[in-house]
C-alpha cells in the first residue's frame, strides 16, 4: 500500500501477520497510562466508583448500551504505530484523551442506564433517534459543546451526551466561563449535578459484551488497512464563510492579532489537515 514502503523492513514484517496472533494486550502496553490518566481525571471529578472497563479492538468505540471501552488495537504496540501513521493519521497524545473522554462519557451513561431517565431525554433527545453516519450538523450551534471535530454532539442524542461528558471532564476546559450564556450550558450543568449525585454509587451495570478484540480479528494487518482504505468515511462539505466572524475577532482588541498571523503560526496543521 502507499506510504508503506518508506517503513524500515522489521515494521513491513508485521504487515503479513494476522493481527490475532500479535499477542497485543491492553496491560503494559504503549495506550494503558492514556487509560490510567483517564481514571485519574474521574477520581479527581469525585467519580469514586465508576471505572470504564478497557479493551482493545478495530476502532474506537462502545457497543450499544453496553458499559465498555474499545480502543483501536495499533495504539496497544510501537510497530503499529508507524503503520497507522504511515496509512493514514496516527492519534497524537491529545487526541487519544479526547476520544478516551468521548467514550468515557457512553460508558457512564450506559453503566449508570441515564439515557432512561426522561430528564435526560428532555435535554439530549430521544435515546431510540434513528442512527445515521450521515448527518448534517449546524455549524457552531451553541445548543452543542464542541470537543471532537466536525460538531460531532449534533449526530446524535447519545453523541450528544458523551460529547457534553467530555467537555466537562477534560480538566482546564473551563467550560463554566466557555459556555456561559449558551444553551448547551444546561447540559454541562446536569452532568455536573448527575456526576456529583453518583460520585459514591456503583453502577447499575457493571460487566458488559464486547463485539470484536483483537483475539477475534483474523485478517492480517496489511488486509486490515487494505479495507480500511476502500470504507474512508465521507468527509462534512461544510461553507464556512458565514461563521468566520466566530473564528477571528472583527473589532480590535487588546489580544487581537492579524488572521494572517495566526495562519502562519499554524501553518504546518492546516497544510496537514486540509491535505488529509
Request: hydrophobic letters at 35%; glycine letters at 6%.
Given at each position: ?21 500479535l499477542g497485543l494486550r491492553l496491560e503494559g502496553s504503549p495506550v494503558e497510562p492514556f ?39 495499533y495504539l496497544a504496540d510501537p510497530k503499529l504505530w508507524k503503520i497507522e501513521r504511515a ?190
Amino acid at each position: 500500500m502507499p506510504g508503506f514502503e518508506t517503513l524500515d523492513p522489521e515494521v513491513r514484517g508485521v504487515l503479513d501477520k494476522r493481527i490475532r496472533e500479535l499477542g497485543l494486550r491492553l496491560e503494559g502496553s504503549p495506550v494503558e497510562p492514556f487509560v490510567r490518566q483517564l481514571y485519574r481525571e474521574l477520581d479527581r471529578r469525585g467519580l469514586k466508583k465508576f471505572r470504564p472497563s478497557c479493551y482493545l479492538t478495530d476502532e474506537w468505540g462502545c457497543p450499544d448500551q453496553q458499559p465498555v471501552l474499545g480502543i483501536p488495537f495499533y495504539l496497544a504496540d510501537p510497530k503499529l504505530w508507524k503503520i497507522e501513521r504511515a496509512a493514514d493519521d496516527l492519534e497524537d497524545s491529545r487526541e487519544i484523551m479526547r476520544y478516551l473522554r468521548h467514550e468515557a462519557g457512553h460508558v457512564f451513561n450506559y453503566a449508570y442506564r441515564l439515557f432512561t431517565r426522561p430528564d435526560w431525554s428532555a435535554l439530549f433527545g430521544p435515546f431510540d433517534r434513528p442512527y445515521r453516519d450521515k448527518y448534517r450538523p449546524v455549524p457552531f450551534s451553541r445548543r452543542f459543546v464542541r470537543h471532537i471535530e466536525g460538531w460531532y454532539a449534533q449526530k446524535h442524542p447519545d453523541e450528544d451526551f458523551a460529547e457534553t461528558f467530555a467537555v466537562w471532564l477534560t480538566p482546564g476546559s473551563a467550560w463554566r466561563r466557555r459556555y456561559r450564556g449558551w444553551p448547551a450550558m444546561k447540559k454541562l450543568r446536569w452532568v455536573d449535578r448527575i456526576a456529583r449525585s453518583l460520585a459514591n454509587e456503583d453502577p447499575v451495570i457493571t460487566v458488559g459484551e464486547v463485539d470484536v478484540t483483537v483475539d477475534d480479528m483474523r485478517l492480517t494487518v496489511a488486509e486490515f488497512y487494505q479495507r480500511g482504505e476502500k470504507a474512508r468515511a465521507e468527509r462534512i462539505d461544510l461553507s464556512m464563510d458565514a461563521h468566520l466572524p466566530e473564528i477571528f475577532l472583527t473589532r480590535k482588541r487588546r489580544e487581537a492579532r492579524p488572521a494572517a498571523v495566526i495562519v502562519a503560526k499554524y501553518k504546518p496543521e492546516l497544510i496537514d489537515k486540509i491535505t488529509y
